[in-house]
């Protein structure tokens, strides 16, 4: 039995370049699933993501999606696309295990934990969390945006595009600065002395740390745990049940201390680079 594409709808194009197509996942001409695959809103028209890949029940387990994944390869090769991208849900074990099969490699990792209701953590002693100064803002905005623009690198961008994304996302997320509504950014200070920052928003879905950073002459000393506790106290005193946050592939640090805490993954991020 042959398992092929076959599009459902013609070639969705924009005015700044980006594509996107639907397709039927066919066996012999009998459809068993779908695709949708498109290029990236940020990265541009050389990156693709399959938004969408899914097998009906009764077809699953006969490698479908394995011939349907390398399929939407040379479609993103015919769009001169040079990576592709694509997100799978924690849940989705045997997805993962296919992209990675498939020589998938994850960049980031979503990680959530529900909040125990009314029950502020406190902060390790010597510690206070106070929210940032306009004049602080400045600088950590730079140094946030770098960081993020170098680790986006690290896993498979160009630097043009990390550049890019760094720019986007920032700017979309902290309009108005260190004054954008549901907005927290906060500093941690030990026995008087800056140790890190904070940057924590209040979602529909709940709370969500954008950004947790200790400063590089403080590290290793428990003072991430102490932003985590500051992000999920103000979470909880915002009203939210739930918080969320990002972190990358390769930070284990990070992963042991968001274990520790409770934190459990809800999203795999995994890119592919074209040959």
């Known amino acids: 039995m042959t398992t092929t594409l076959r599009p459902t709808e013609p070639l969705q194009r924009t005015a700044d370049g980006s594509s996107s197509r639907r397709f039927a996942v066919c066996v012999n001409s009998r459809p068993v699933g779908t695709l949708h695959l498109a290029t990236h809103p940020v990265f541009g028209p050389k990156v693709a993501r399959v938004l969408d890949l899914r097998i009906d029940e009764p077809d699953r387990g006969r490698g479908r999606a394995t011939v349907a994944a390398l399929a939407a390869e040379e479609v993103a ?5 040079r990576r592709l991208e694509a997100s799978v849900p924690a ?9 990675g099969a498939l020589g ?37 905005l730079a140094l946030a945006k770098e960081r993020y623009a170098r680790t986006v690198v690290e896993r498979g961008a160009t630097e043009e595009e990390a550049r890019a994304k760094a720019e986007h996302d920032h700017a979309a997320l902290l309009p108005e600065g260190v004054a954008t509504p549901d907005v927290l950014v906060s500093v941690v200070e030990h026995d008087g002395e800056t ?20 400063a590089p002459d403080h ?23 739930r918080i969320g ?3 990358f592939a390769g930070n284990a640090p990070a992963l042991r201390l968001y274990e520790a805490l409770g934190y459990e993954p809800t999203q795999h991020h995994l890119y592919k680079q074209l040959l």
Not at 91 to 99: K, N, S, Y
Not at 107 to 129: D, Q, Y
Not at 220 to 237: F, K, V
Request: proline share 4%; with cysteine; charged share 25%.
């Open 245 to 247: 946050l990002n972190v």
């Open 91 to 99: 849940e989705q074990g045997g997805l993962l295990r296919l992209a």
């Open 219 to 241: 590290r290793g000393r428990g003072h991430g745990r102490a932003l985590m506790l500051l992000a999920e106290a103000d979470s909880i005193a915002a009203g939210a049940t």
């Open 104 to 140: 998938y490699v994850e960049r980031n990792r979503n990680l959530a934990k529900t909040l125990p209701e009314g029950r502020c953590p406190a902060l390790p002693a010597g510690s206070v969390g106070r929210r940032m100064t306009e004049d602080e803002f400045g600088p950590w």
């Open 195 to 214: 140790v890190g920052t904070l940057w924590l928003a209040q979602r529909a879905d709940g709370a969500y740390v954008y950004d947790v950073e200790v």
């Open 77 to 81: 090769r015919s769009w001169n696309c």
